[in-house]
C-alpha cells in the first residue's frame, strides 16, 4: 500500500493552464479507471473534483479535466484562478477493497 | 442537507483507547459503503478503513489492521472507528467520507486525534 508518487508543488499565473500528475503501479491507477482527485484549503475537508480519471461531478468547473496513460494519471487546471490555490491529492483504487492517495500536490497561483 | 459530522478526537497517551463517531444526514446512509480517512499534520492523506453498506464487510490498511475495528449503526445513521493501543504516528485529523462512483464524494469536517505522552 504504498503511496501515489506526486510533484510536491506545481505553480503558475493567472489565466494559465497546470498538470499534476500521480504515478502509480500496475497494480492500481494501471489496472482500474478509478482514480479521483482531490482539492484541499487550508484548514477544510477535501473536495471531490474528479473520478473515474475523467468525470466531474456535478458544480464542479469543466477548467478542471483528468486522464490517465498507464500507470500514471493527470490532472489539468486551465484558465487558473486565485482560488484554485490549494493542494491537490489523487486517489486510485488498488484492488481487494483498499484504496491508495497520493503525497499531495501544492498549486501556487503566482 | 447532506451532511457528515465527526466526534470523539482528543489527545490520548500511547497504548491507550480512543473511539470515533460519525453521525450522517441528509440521505439514506444505509446504501452507502463508508470510509475513515486520515491526515496527519502537513502530510497527505490515507485511507484507514471502510464498512459495506449492511457492515458485513470491513477492510483495514496494514497501518491499523488489529488495532482498529470499523463499525456502523445504519439505524443511528452513524459510523465508528475503534481505535486500540495507539502509537504516536496514528497522530492525524480522522474524516469520514461517504463512496459514490467509486470516489469520496461527501466528506466530515474532520476529528483532530493526538497520541502523546
Known amino acids: 500500500q504504498s503511496a501515489l508518487t506526486q510533484p510536491a508543488s506545481v505553480s503558475g499565473s493567472p489565466g494559465q493552464s497546470i498538470t499534476i500528475s500521480c504515478t502509480g503501479t500496475s497494480s492500481d491507477v494501471g489496472s482500474y479507471n478509478l482514480v479521483s482527485w482531490y482539492q484541499q484549503h487550508p484548514g477544510k475537508a477535501p473536495k471531490l473534483m474528479i473520478y473515474?480519471?475523467?468525470k466531474r461531478p456535478s458544480g464542479v468547473s469543466n477548467r478542471f479535466s483528468g486522464s490517465k496513460s498507464g500507470n500514471t494519471a493527470s490532472l489539468t487546471i486551465s484558465g487558473l484562478q486565485a482560488d484554485d490555490e490549494a493542494d491537490y491529492f489523487c486517489c486510485s483504487y488498488a484492488g481487494s477493497s483498499t484504496w491508495v492517495f497520493g503525497g499531495g500536490t501544492k498549486l501556487t497561483v503566482l | 442537507q447532506v451532511q457528515l459530522v465527526e466526534s470523539g478526537g482528543g489527545v490520548v497517551q500511547p497504548g491507550r483507547s480512543l473511539r470515533l463517531s460519525c453521525a450522517a444526514s441528509?440521505?439514506?446512509?444505509?446504501?452507502?459503503?463508508m470510509y475513515w480517512v486520515r491526515q496527519a499534520p502537513g502530510k497527505g492523506l490515507e485511507w484507514v478503513a471502510v464498512?459495506?453498506?449492511?457492515?458485513?464487510?470491513?477492510y483495514y490498511a496494514d497501518s491499523v489492521k488489529g488495532r482498529f475495528t470499523i463499525s456502523r449503526d445504519n439505524s443511528k445513521n452513524t459510523l465508528y472507528l475503534q481505535m486500540n493501543s495507539l502509537r504516536p504516528e496514528d497522530t492525524a485529523v480522522y474524516y469520514c467520507?461517504?463512496?459514490?462512483?467509486?470516489?469520496?464524494?461527501?466528506w466530515g469536517q474532520g476529528t483532530m486525534v493526538t497520541v502523546s505522552s
Open positions: 441528509g440521505f439514506t446512509f444505509i446504501t452507502y459503503a
Open positions: 473515474e480519471v475523467t
Open positions: 464498512t459495506s453498506n449492511d457492515g458485513s464487510n470491513k
Open positions: 467520507t461517504r463512496k459514490e462512483h467509486d470516489a469520496f464524494d461527501i
